[in-house]
């Protein structure tokens, strides 16, 4: 199976400013290696603060201007440059965006993936296609006319989803799918990556939910404190977590 991506030693810091002009460098991530294939879920655990989504950021090349990222990112064997990374985004590599806040708040639903379409021909094809999406999304037709504020968590979700899979990625970064849904439409959207798999894309799901990721999970990865501690098949998470090593990992258990 191809690899859809390839994370080399990256590391992602910051310069902070401290009493004055004194300069301090705060690193977040450390020296990270991972990577995903096609037909791959590999999910990454990590507490609150521990640059799960700086990693989305940077391989989707949305870090905030004044990180330093060092390292290779690459797609399909292919090192990105942030130009690269412009050219793909949002075509064969979709975020799922943590937030909902991601969503243009003054653009319909309809509109927030297929709006800046010049071409009339192409907008009219993708909507055709949008519309499919989100009914297999279980998202109606008035789904269409409403704004961001209107929808409800599940909805939303689902149109984070179908929104990154109009494109028909190849890799797909979603950054804690689950949080704050119930349990119904965790099991969903569970599915929905289940799906993706199937289809042969690659996926990097970022959650703190352990339970989420036995589920889905072919590999399990686990960040703690800027540095990847622990890397393995998910079977080696499976159980009660009672074999794992770091007391952080156990933790996830709980
Ligand atoms: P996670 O998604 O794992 O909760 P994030 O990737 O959002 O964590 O952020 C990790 C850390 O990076 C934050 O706790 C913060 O210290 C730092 N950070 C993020 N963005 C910036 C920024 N623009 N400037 C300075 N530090 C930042
Ligand atoms: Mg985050």
Same mark, same amino acid.
């Given at each position: 199976?191809?690899?859809?991506?390839?994370?080399?030693?990256?590391?992602?810091?910051?310069?902070?400013?401290?009493?004055?002009?004194? !300069? +301090? $460098?705060?690193?977040?991530?450390?020296? %990270?290696?991972? &990577? /995903?294939? @096609?037909?791959?879920?590999?999910?990454?655990? *990590?507490?609150?603060?521990?640059?799960?989504?700086?990693?989305?950021?940077?391989?989707?090349?949305?870090?905030?201007?004044?990180?330093?990222?060092?390292?290779?990112?690459?797609?399909?064997?292919?090192?990105?440059?942030?130009?690269?990374?412009?050219?793909?985004?949002?075509?064969?590599?979709?975020?799922?965006?943590?937030?909902?806040?991601?969503?243009?708040?003054?653009?319909?639903?309809?509109?927030?993936?297929?709006?800046?379409?010049?071409?009339?021909?192409?907008?009219?094809?993708?909507?055709?296609? !949008? +519309? $499919?999406?989100?009914?297999?999304?279980? %998202?109606?037709? &008035? /789904?269409? @006319?409403?704004?961001?504020?209107?929808?409800? *968590?599940?909805?939303?979700?689902?149109?984070?989803?179908?929104?990154?899979?109009?494109?028909?990625?190849?890799?797909?970064?979603?950054?804690?799918?689950?949080?704050?849904?119930?349990?119904?439409?965790?099991?969903?959207?569970?599915?929905?990556?289940?799906?993706?798999?199937?289809?042969?894309?690659?996926?990097?799901?970022?959650?703190?939910?352990?339970?989420?990721?036995?589920?889905?999970?072919?590999?399990?990865?686990?960040?703690?404190?800027?540095?990847?501690?622990?890397?393995?098949?998910?079977?080696?998470?499976?159980?009660?977590?009672?074999?794992?090593?770091?007391?952080?990992?156990?933790?996830?258990?709980?």
């Amino acid at each position: 199976m191809e690899k859809v991506l390839d994370v080399e030693n990256v590391s992602i810091s910051f310069i902070q400013y401290t009493q004055g002009l004194n !300069q +301090r $460098e705060l690193k977040v991530i450390t020296d %990270l290696t991972l &990577d /995903v294939s @096609e037909g791959e879920i590999l999910a990454v655990l *990590g507490s609150s603060g521990s640059g799960k989504s700086l990693l989305a950021h940077a391989i989707f090349g949305i870090l905030p201007e004044n990180a330093n990222l060092n390292g290779k990112i690459s797609y399909k064997g292919k090192e990105l440059s942030q130009e690269d990374k412009e050219e793909l985004r949002g075509k064969e590599i979709a975020l799922i965006p943590q937030s909902v806040n991601f969503l243009d708040p003054l653009m319909k639903i309809s509109d927030q993936a297929i709006g800046h379409i010049d071409s009339k021909e192409e907008k009219a094809e993708k909507k055709i296609k !949008q +519309r $499919e999406i989100f009914e297999h999304y279980n %998202l109606g037709p &008035d /789904v269409d @006319e409403m704004y961001p504020f209107q929808l409800s *968590g599940g909805m939303a979700r689902r149109v984070l989803v179908s929104t990154a899979l109009l494109s028909d990625p190849k890799l797909v970064v979603a950054d804690e799918p689950t949080p704050g849904l119930d349990e119904k439409t965790v099991e969903e959207t569970l599915n929905h990556f289940r799906h993706m798999k199937e289809d042969g894309v690659g996926v990097l799901l970022i959650t703190h939910d352990i339970h989420a990721a036995l589920e889905v999970a072919d590999r399990i990865g686990i960040f703690y404190s800027g540095y990847v501690i622990e890397i393995a098949k998910a079977e080696d998470f499976s159980g009660d977590g009672e074999n794992l090593l770091h007391p952080y990992t156990k933790s996830l258990y709980k």
